[in-house]
């Protein structure tokens, strides 16, 4: 395996150092300019930020299934451009991800793909169809070890079969990722129900349907002594239920996607399908306060819920279009731009919630451990002064449902390593060499 | 009743030339009376109706009509015709607000309508009036009284009475000033090489 | 004037008194020998329906005619079934016809808007109807025959108080009105029970009532809208009996309405329901005459956004 050594970069923004990769690990740390470079591939990372790779806790890779939205392979390539290690692939597939069997082949994918870890995430219930509970057992012990559950998509609306899950995963410390959404408060909901949405005619989606799931949900995993993590957290009094349940002690996580931190439902007023998305834009007072909530922790983690379309599915009117925004790739550039470059959130602080705290939620041994000799190289290298314009084109994904395209966004990732091996350089995809242990 | 503004009409300027008026008021109200008796006198008999061609045909139809009457003795209809929505360079610029049209009372059909207008010049606003009045009945004769007639047909178009005969240049422009539309009676030649049509 | 036309806040107060007095003039064909004129002659407008509308799409079918307009039929079934086929895909097939105008009627709101700013096109867009959204002819035709019983066919409706009564909260006519209304210098106001009234209305430029009673006094028009059975089965009220008899216009509430007050409803009706038989068979019901009055006012906007080179220009319109 090729040795790497990263002149001068700066972990978590701190001071800078050389950081050599070799066998798969972080060999060595030292002071900047005086590492061993021979036989090393030398990258210059003068001025750049290097972090702990980032751990997405949801994405959607579509295979099997929807492979002509995306496929595990262009997904993983995706997010290795956007400086993921690591990824949770959503059980919302066709066959659903709710037995081993439909797992392990995912998990199976990614390895073959080789660009990221892909961590298949396995459905709550049978089918998604909130009746009763899927194989979590199997699907634990499974060759993946899955240990993130969620119906995503779909709520787990039935409060008696919530509780069931939230007790069970104990058993092998899962936790259930609740995608929050009344589903009698939003039939047929098509965006923030708001002044807006009435004044374009589009029915609402009140944010009361989010904010009564996660209530509940964080009573009952009180009440059964369970963790919970609420998927895509977007209103202002999610938050405040969020923050509160906390103070209370009960095991609650959180999590928020780039474009609630960045964009608002008034993206809506020109009825274009690619600012359609579950849970919806919503409004300003929301983003503040996601944003201040992501700052001070009460959010843990950022999580892109990358949701690719082919154009068939967004080049219709709004009501017709399918929910959902890509993401991976963006994401970084995002954070940086609503959080780092506001003064929200320093470096450590994106390397926590965009690495440490989603690989601790998810029980990843060997992603979000901290830059230091010995541990598993599975890094990424930031240029934070470049800006670009986001182009729709260039994309690792199969699809072209990016909410960003034509806006300038800061920061780049140079490279990304996983395991030791570089995925990315110099801002490029490296094609890996086989299965990968 | 509100103003209409003449969209695509004639540019209100002061020309930088020197206007000359050709026609003062006393000539105006002559040439009407003149025009009256040559009325009565040619269609002896008929059920005359005058329809005055928007917009400042239909001030002058109405004054004829007046003078008519006295020499009638009789009330002489007075119809208004818009011709926007016959002209023949329509598509050629933005869509232009119409104005009102009104049939004489009693109709047109069988009648004799004399179309009155204040300039004649290539002669399309004419052709356009003819196409309208076939769309409002069958008049027997239709017959043109012009204010001006200041030459340069393009169609086979010619009036049966003529206020007064103006030849001009193609960079001259006819200005037609009437009390009821513009507060005051004038005829004015003016001329301005950028040349503004009728 | 704007090229397209898919919301009534497309246009400016001088552009609708505008739209008005050209329906006031084109009006008048109606009584001629020969009810048309060339004025669009050669050009092809197609109406490109997704939902049933028979009455809307006769109008329009109607108003090109009159211009010599040839008018393509085009009931396009896209249903949610078959969704993704439907809106850019039909499109493209009419510029491969050269449609100079598309008047699209469509269950998703905002799919006219859609289509005018898309690229997909080039014709000129008229909103016939989108989803919950708007609906601006029909604002203009009731615009129209406002002016025409209560302003004498002139000007604006400066002054004017309109109450709309029953399911704002789904209804693109009372969208448009509320625009349309206020642009003209009237004053709207929406009575309904809190269900059928939309989240944020308070904002709307519009005064709100939950009772009508107390409003009919007060103003020169009451506009009834439809209410659906289905909305019965949603909840937004429990029963068809109570929704009328609190806000159904009956002849004890008639009676409560200025002399000179006129009763407007943009059709189909629910006789019994929003409205009893013999008040919209009374005299000072203009329903029937609002149908005539849509083809006038559906000619005024053809020959306005079609007929010259483009929309009429002024200082004043966008």
């Known amino acids: 395996m090729t040795t790497y050594v990263l002149q001068r970069v700066r972990p978590l923004g701190d001071a800078e150092v050389d950081v050599t990769i070799a066998g798969g690990q972080i060999a060595s740390i030292d002071a900047p300019g005086t590492a061993n470079t021979a036989g090393a591939t030398v990258i210059d990372g003068t001025d750049c930020i290097l972090l702990p790779g980032f751990v997405d806790l949801h994405t959607h890779l579509r295979e099997p299934g929807r492979e002509e939205a995306e496929t595990v392979r262009t997904g993983s390539m995706a997010a290795a451009l956007g400086g993921f290690t690591a990824v949770h692939a959503m059980a919302n597939t066709d066959p659903v991800a709710d037995t081993a069997g439909v797992v392990e082949q995912v998990w199976r994918l990614g390895r073959e793909a080789g660009y990221v870890d892909v961590v298949p995430v396995g459905a709550v219930t049978v089918g998604l169809k909130g009746e009763r509970l899927a194989e979590l057992g199997a699907m634990a012990d499974s060759a993946p070890r899955v240990r993130v559950f969620s119906d995503d998509g779909i709520c787990v609306s039935d409060a008696l079969l919530m509780r069931r899950a939230l007790e069970y995963v104990k058993a092998f410390d899962g936790v259930i990722s609740q995608h929050a959404q009344e589903p009698r408060l939003t039939e047929q909901a098509q965006m923030n129900e708001s002044e807006l949405s009435g004044v374009l005619g589009l029915k609402g989606w009140p944010a009361v349907a989010e904010e009564s799931i996660i209530s509940r949900d964080v009573l009952l995993a009180e009440h059964v002594g369970s963790r919970v993590h609420i998927a895509h957290v977007s209103t202002a009094g999610s938050v405040d239920i969020v923050r509160t349940a906390k103070a209370r002690g009960i095991q609650v996580t959180a999590e928020v996607t780039p474009h609630h931190l960045a964009l608002t439902e008034t993206e809506a007023v020109g009825y274009n399908p690619v600012f359609k998305v579950n849970p919806p834009l919503r409004g300003e007072l929301d983003r503040e306060a996601v944003r201040a909530a992501l700052a001070d922790g009460t959010i843990d983690c950022v999580a892109t819920d990358h949701a690719p379309h082919p154009s068939e599915a967004k080049e219709v009117e709004w009501q017709s279009a399918a929910f959902g925004m890509t993401g991976l790739e963006t994401a970084l550039s995002v954070v940086v731009d609503t959080m780092v470059n506001t003064g929200l959130l320093d470096w450590a602080g994106v390397a926590d919630r965009m690495s440490y705290a989603p690989a601790r939620i998810a029980r990843l041994a060997d992603h979000g451990r901290p830059i230091e000799v010995g541990e598993p190289a599975n890094l990424v290298l930031v240029d934070p002064r470049s800006t670009r314009v986001v182009e729709a084109t260039d994309t690792a994904s199969r699809s072209r449902n990016n909410p960003f395209v034509g806006r300038q966004l800061p920061a780049s990732v140079l490279a990304t390593f996983l395991r030791g091996r570089a995925t990315v350089l110099n801002g490029e995809l490296v094609a890996p060499r086989g299965d990968k242990a | 009743m509100s103003e209409r503004p003449e969209i695509g009409g004639p540019v209100e300027s002061e020309a930088p030339f020197a206007a000359r008026t050709v026609m003062s008021a006393d000539d105006i109200r002559r040439a009407l009376s003149r025009i009256a008796h040559e009325i009565d006198e040619r269609t002896k008999g008929a059920d005359v109706v005058l329809v005055g061609i928007a917009t400042r045909g239909v001030p002058l139809a109405t004054r004829l009509a007046a003078k008519l009457g006295e020499v009638q003795g009789r009330t002489v209809p007075v119809g208004e015709l818009d011709i926007t929505l016959h002209r023949d360079d329509l598509r050629l610029k933005p869509a232009r607000p119409l104005l009102p049209t009104r049939l004489p009372e009693g109709g047109i059909d069988g009648t004799t309508v004399v179309l009155v207008d204040d300039v004649l010049f290539s002669g399309r606003t004419v052709r356009a009036a003819l196409d309208a009045l076939s769309e409002l009945g069958r008049p027997q004769v239709v017959q043109l009284a012009v204010l001006v007639d200041r030459g340069h047909r393009e169609l086979p178009i010619r009036a049966d009475y003529v206020g007064k005969n103006l030849p001009t240049s193609l960079r001259e422009s006819v200005r037609v000033r009437l009390a009821e539309v513009d507060g005051t009676d004038s005829v004015t030649l003016s001329g301005d090489p950028a040349g503004v049509g009728e | ?318």
Request: hydrophobic share 45%; with cysteine; glycine share 6%.
């Open chain 3, 1 to 318: 004037m704007k090229r397209h036309l898919v919301s009534a806040g497309d246009l400016t107060h001088d552009d609708a008194v505008l739209v008005l007095d050209t329906a006031v003039q084109l009006a008048a064909i109606a009584d001629r020998p020969v009810k048309k004129l060339p004025t669009l002659r050669g050009r092809t407008v197609v109406n490109l329906f997704f939902e049933d509308s028979t009455r809307t799409r006769i109008s329009f079918e109607a108003a090109a005619k009159r211009l010599s307009a040839d008018v393509i039929n085009f009931a396009a079934k896209g249903s949610s079934v078959s969704k993704g086929e439907s809106l850019k895909d039909t499109a493209m097939t009419l510029e491969a016809m050269g449609a100079d105008a598309v008047v699209l009627r469509h269950h998703a709101s905002g799919a006219p808007y859609q289509l005018a700013n898309s690229g997909w096109i080039s014709s000129v867009v008229i909103n016939a109807g989108d989803g919950t959204h708007e609906h601006p002819t029909q604002a203009l035709l009731d615009a129209f025959t406002m002016r025409r019983h209560l302003k004498n066919d002139t000007g604006d409706l400066s002054g004017l108080r309109v109450a709309i009564v029953g399911d704002v909260l789904h209804s693109r006519v009372a969208r448009s009105n509320v625009l349309l209304l206020n642009t003209l210098g009237a004053t709207p106001v929406l009575v309904a029970p809190p269900t059928l009234l939309p989240v944020g209305v308070e904002s709307w430029p519009a005064e709100i009532s939950y009772d009508l009673d107390s409003v009919l006094p007060t103003v020169d028009v009451v506009m009834m809208l439809r209410v659906q059975q289905e909305r019965m089965q949603a909840a937004f009220f429990p029963s068809s009996a109570e929704y009328s008899r609190r806000y159904g216009l009956d002849r004890r509430r008639f009676e409560l309405l200025p002399d000179h007050a006129i009763v407007m409803h943009p059709g189909p009706m629910n006789r019994g329901v929003e409205i009893t038989a013999d008040v919209a068979d009374c005299d000072r019901s203009v329903i029937v005459e609002q149908v005539a009055n849509g083809v006038a006012a559906r000619m005024a906007v053809l020959y306005l956004l079609l007929g010259g080179s483009q929309p009429p220009t002024s200082e004043e319109s966008a």
